[in-house]
């Protein structure tokens, strides 16, 4: 069978969530004066957050279905809201309302994905858990890889963890450091 491109009934469970939250970005009544960021970096954010956690996930030999839906609901507090304030909890209350109605996750399916969307922001801390490192990882490498991206904005403390998660990935995939991001 082709690949359907997000087209027809026959849509994997990854699929339907992932649809959902590109209509939730290109439906959102919250205008991008409203936003943090603009509508058109969400979707270009979530669409690359998923592209990078399912390479991730097959370079970590972790479910790339599982990462898939992670990554695309990592961010969807700040979709809905257009606000990063306690984003991550916020989501994962979200995520777990959307795939509970979805009916077609385990339960401990869903914990594992909300643990992981409520742990994505804390960039300083290992977690131990795979599935929330691995969004940690692709949230900060998918940004890393704008132009003029520089985390001046965070404390220095959280600046260097971000460059070492950068640049752990970086070395990961095979990639050069960064430079200057060895600080």
């Known amino acids: 069978m082709p690949y359907h491109h997000f087209k027809g009934n026959n849509l994997g469970r990854s ?6 939250i590109l209509r939730e970005i290109l439906d959102s009544e919250v205008s991008n004066e409203e936003r943090e960021n603009s509508v058109e970096w969400e979707l270009k954010h979530s669409s690359s957050c998923i592209q990078i956690s399912r390479i991730l996930a097959e370079k970590r030999s972790l ?25 991550a ?3 994962s209350e979200i995520a777990r309302e959307i795939l509970g109605n979805s009916e077609e996750f385990s339960g401990e399916e ?4 909300c ?15 795979p599935y929330a490192e691995l969004i940690k990882d692709a949230d900060v ?19 260097r963890a971000y460059f070492e998660r950068i640049n752990k990935v970086r070395k990961e ?7 200057g991001w060895n600080e």
């Open 15 to 20: 699929d339907k969530i992932q649809a959902l």
């Open 63 to 87: 479910d790339k279905e599982m990462a898939e839906v992670i990554a695309a609901l990592h961010d969807i507090a700040v979709i809905r809201s257009g606000s990063y304030e306690k984003h």
């Open 89 to 91: 909890q916020k989501g």
């Open 110 to 113: 869903i914990d594992e994905i």
């Open 115 to 129: 643990e992981a969307i409520s742990l994505h922001s804390d960039k300083l801390r290992e977690s131990g858990k």
């Open 141 to 159: 490498f998918d940004c890393s890889l704008y132009g003029g991206v520089t985390y001046d904005d965070k404390e220095q403390d959280i600046r």
């Open 173 to 179: 995939l095979g990639l050069p450091l960064k430079a």
